[in-house]
Structure formats: C-alpha cells, structure tokens
C-alpha cells in the first residue's frame, strides 16, 4: 500500500492544529489522546452546536459547510478538494458538484472514479450552499459558463486541515482528540445502518477486497444496531434538521 509522505509544510499546519506525531507504530494521537474512528453521539451534537455558533459569523460559513459537507458525503480528503461546482445551472453536468446531491468523484484512490452522492439531511444545507457560492461567484465576475472549486480558489489539502483545526479550537475538549478523516468514518457509520454493505463500498470509493472495510462495518453494525446504541445515529442525523 502506497503511504503519503507528509511535507514540511504539512507537518507545520497540524502542529499549529494540535497533532502531534508519536513513534511510526502508534496510533496518531492529538492533545496527547488516542484518536477514535468515528464521533459519538455527545461529540457529534458538541461539534454541532460549535458549527450552528460559528455559521452566525460570515467567516466561519466556508470552513463550517467544508465540515458538513465531509460528514454528510464520507468523501476523502483528497477527493474534496478536487470538487468544483458549476456558475450556471445549465452547466451542472459538467461539475463535480451536481445540485440534486450526487457528487461525481474523477480519479479518486487508486486513480478510480465513481458517484457519491449526499445524506438526505445534508441536501437542503448543500444546496443552499451552492446557490450562495453561484451568487458570489457572478457577483465577482465569473463567467456563467464557469466551473468553479466548491471551497474556494486557494483551496489545498492543507488549507483544509488549517480550517479544521481552527473549527475543533472552538470545539469543547472532547472533540479535539477527532481527526477530519473521521468524519469519513462516522458518515460510513451512519450509511453501514441505511444501505448494504456492497452499496456502501462503491458509494465510498473502498475496493472491492478490502478486508478491513468489512471488519469495520460490520462491526459497527453489530454495536451500533444490536448493542443498543442505534439512538446514535438519530442524534447525530437530528443536528442537521
């Protein structure tokens, strides 16, 4: 398995976000505490009370949708950066970004392409987003054939790991300890309850002999579902509604 080679670069954005970086064998950790895969219940609804806060500041709105957006999708860090959305309707075939919710992914791991598409209770909070992104977009003076990044003209994996250290600052300590690549898991969490497990791993981009993608679903459909925990995934789903 090819691993990504963090840069100099990289390494100072998530120092100044709180990470640190334990021996090559241990589990990366931040404030000093092992990462979980996924949010429970009580983080889940403390980041979002922390992004409803924030979104009433016109600053946070890009930084806080980048956050609902990798939640409500599960796609990969590197995949969202290449999303880019279309200034005039007419043209959303053409975009990563299609208003009806399905998100076409073009040369995502293993240089494979496939469609994701959002959770049913991301859509409104999308759309909106869209349609303000076309607003602003027209009013600085794009083109109205134009296909433009989601998040931004500067938007960069490191960019992105800049805004959510600056989103889990203003989180309670508790969610702190979460890195962005787990709200990929908690979305496949939140899907392995809603859709096969064969339809969940097309939908997120895992191969299709991927031993560990089976282990860890269906071992979050055991404790989720049969573990009297299945109210998890209502308060999490509630926060978006």
């Not at 040369?107 to 494979?112: D, R």
């Not at 054939?145 to 500067?154: H, R, V, Y």
């Not at 269906?218 to 995934?233: D, H, S």
Request: one cysteine or more; proline letters at 4%.
């Amino acid at each position: 398995m090819q691993t990504m080679r963090l840069t100099d670069d990289m390494v100072s954005v998530l120092v100044q976000a709180g990470y640190s970086f334990p021996g090559k064998k241990s589990k990366p950790k931040i404030n000093n505490v092992t990462l979980d895969s996924r949010f429970t219940d009580g983080e889940l609804v403390e980041l979002y009370q922390t992004l409803d806060r924030l979104e009433q500041d016109p600053k946070w709105v890009l930084r806080c949708m980048l956050v609902r957006f990798a939640l409500g999708t599960g796609l990969r860090e590197s995949e969202i950066t290449r999303v880019r959305f279309s200034v005039s309707p007419e043209n959303d075939k053409e975009a990563e970004a299609h208003y009806n919710g399905v998100i076409t992914v073009r040369n995502g791991k293993g240089g494979k392409s496939r469609d994701a598409c959002c959770i049913p209770e991301l859509l409104p909070h999308y759309q909106a987003f869209i349609d303000e992104q076309r607003v602003r977009a027209i009013k600085d003076g794009a083109a109205l054939d134009g296909i433009l990044p989601l998040f931004g003209k500067q938007y960069e994996r490191t960019t992105m790991w800049r805004w959510w250290g600056q989103v889990l600052n203003e989180c309670p300590d508790t969610v702190r300890r979460l890195r962005f690549h787990d709200l990929r898991h908690t979305w496949g969490s939140w899907e392995a309850l809603r859709v096969p497990l064969s339809t969940l791993k097309g939908l997120g981009g895992w191969s299709k002999s991927s031993d560990t993608f089976e282990s860890r679903y269906n071992g979050v459909i055991a404790e989720l579902a049969y573990g009297g925990q299945i109210k998890w995934r209502k308060v999490a789903l509630g926060r978006f509604v």
